[in-house]
């Protein structure tokens, strides 16, 4: 038994009640399941302490007989000390080498290392959750992904979604293949051409929203532009250029977005339990299906209503005024210099631009749909949509073309003819 304040609570009441008379020490010793004679050693403690009711708990007066002598439990300190990073287990095998006894067990070492980094870290456990509310319909939109192996022969698939804090409603979700960037930046652009942009996206420490390096790892290398945040992902650029505030919460602290936490759970009950599904796309199907349930039908306990009964009404926020393209802002970014014969390299392919305007030597930004097209603008100015990995413009020089066209015109002015 523990002996909690309120167990001793429970107690100075009753042990109360009996000194004043209210209550027998029968009573007593069956409201508090004791003996009578149990309670009339409670009676002369309190009176003893002068009615001090923190008397009534457990008090030891005999060390505990497995109790590890003092040296032991210095010499793990000490090598806690030495070596921060060790885990529990070498911590142990280090202590064991001393020859120390008695020798303490694995398990009591562990406890013994977490007490001591508890001491260092106070300041940073995390504190009982609060309930919030955003003030309005996409005031707030968090965005995360599950996965699973939710496809025939133990296929992986993720879903991605983004839910709408005021209204609860799923702005938009796609059951994936990959949790990638380019998959985020699809879903976030079908979230945005139904709604419009959102104020502010709540997201986790994801490598799609933030570049992290975790720790001190040897095997990650960034520049200090990265480490500094001022490189941002694929992602945060796309935000940045819709004027959406992009909130990462704190790292390990999943209980941020509990309300599309909780929503990925009802998600995996109700579609996820005619899993396995025999394709990507047929359980992509399956979610769009139930989402039209979900927003329009499913009665919210919390908000008291369905969620798209608090998005009714809603005027979508329009785009920057010098925002490009919804689709170049989703699509993935690149930049490249443009070499003297108006060329440039993508993944592997060679892209010729039309003559017009001159752009050699100027860098160039690509907005690339793999698979479809490839756009490309200067400064604020477009120059031209090529099909990805597609072959040349029609408006390039063929080589037949830079023979009767060209080559003529490099004649000298002076040369003589075949009748002088």
């Given at each position: 038994?523990?002996?909690?304040?309120?167990?001793?609570?429970?107690?100075?009441?009753?042990?109360?009640?009996?000194?004043?008379?209210l209550l027998t020490q029968v009573a007593a010793a069956e409201q508090l399941q004791l003996s009578e004679r149990q309670v009339r050693r409670l009676l002369r403690r309190v009176e003893a302490a002068g009615g001090n009711w923190g008397v009534l708990g457990y008090q030891r007066r005999h060390p505990a007989p497995n109790r590890l002598a003092a040296p032991v439990q210095a010499a793990v300190e000490a090598v806690v000390a030495a070596h921060p990073q060790w885990s529990a287990l070498a911590v142990w095998e280090q202590v064991e080498a001393q020859g120390l006894a008695p020798r303490p067990s694995r398990r009591t070492v562990s406890r013994w290392v977490q007490a001591e980094r508890d001491v260092g870290h106070a300041a940073r456990r995390p504190k009982p959750?609060?309930?919030?509310?955003?003030?309005?319909?996409?005031?707030?939109?968090?965005?995360?992904?599950?996965?699973?192996?939710?496809?025939?022969?133990?296929?992986?698939?993720?879903?991605?979604?983004?839910?709408?804090?005021?209204?609860?409603?799923?702005?938009?979700?796609?059951?994936?293949?990959?949790?990638?960037?380019?998959?985020?930046?699809?879903?976030?652009?079908?979230?945005?051409?139904?709604?419009?942009?959102?104020?502010?996206?709540?997201?986790?420490?994801?490598?799609?929203?933030r570049t992290t390096r975790h720790g001190q790892s040897r095997f990650y290398r960034y520049s200090a532009a990265v480490l500094a945040g001022e490189a941002p992902t694929q992602f945060a650029r796309a935000l940045s250029e819709l004027g959406v505030v992009l909130l990462p919460h704190d790292?390990?602290?999943?209980?941020?977005?509990?309300?599309?936490?909780?929503?990925?759970?009802?998600?995996?009950?109700?579609?996820?339990?005619?899993?396995?599904?025999?394709?990507?796309?047929?359980?992509?199907?399956?979610?769009q299906e139930w989402l039209g349930y979900y927003n329009e039908r499913h009665h919210h306990r919390t908000i008291g209503t369905v969620p798209a009964a608090r998005l009714a009404g809603y005027q979508p926020r329009p785009l920057p005024a010098a925002a490009r393209p919804l689709a170049d802002i989703c699509a993935l970014q690149e930049t490249r210099k443009v070499a003297k014969d108006h060329t440039f390299s993508l993944d592997g392919h060679l892209y010729t631009l039309p003559r017009e305007p001159n752009l050699v030597a100027f860098r160039v930004d690509l907005r690339i749909r793999p698979g479809q097209t490839v756009r490309v603008w200067h400064g604020e100015q477009f120059i031209a949509e090529l099909p990805y990995g597609g072959p040349p413009t029609a408006s390039s020089l063929t080589l037949d073309e830079v023979l009767d066209r060209v080559l003529p015109r490099l004649t000298p002015k002076n040369a003589p003819t075949l009748s002088e």
């Open positions: 038994m523990q002996w909690t304040e309120r167990i001793v609570g429970e107690r100075g009441r009753v042990i109360a009640l009996v000194q004043q008379g959750a609060r309930r919030f509310e955003a003030p309005g319909p996409l005031a707030l939109v968090q965005m995360d992904t599950t996965s699973g192996h939710w496809l025939e022969a133990n296929g992986r698939a993720a879903v991605i979604a983004l839910l709408d804090d005021y209204s609860r409603a799923i702005l938009a979700a796609r059951a994936v293949a990959a949790d990638s960037s380019l998959h985020n930046l699809a879903v976030l652009e079908e979230a945005i051409t139904r709604y419009g942009p959102m104020r502010v996206l709540y997201s986790d420490n994801g490598s799609v929203f790292p390990g602290n999943a209980r941020a977005k509990g309300k599309l936490e909780r929503w990925n759970r009802f998600f995996q009950e109700r579609v996820l339990a005619d899993a396995p599904y025999p394709s990507l796309p047929t359980l992509d199907g399956a979610l």
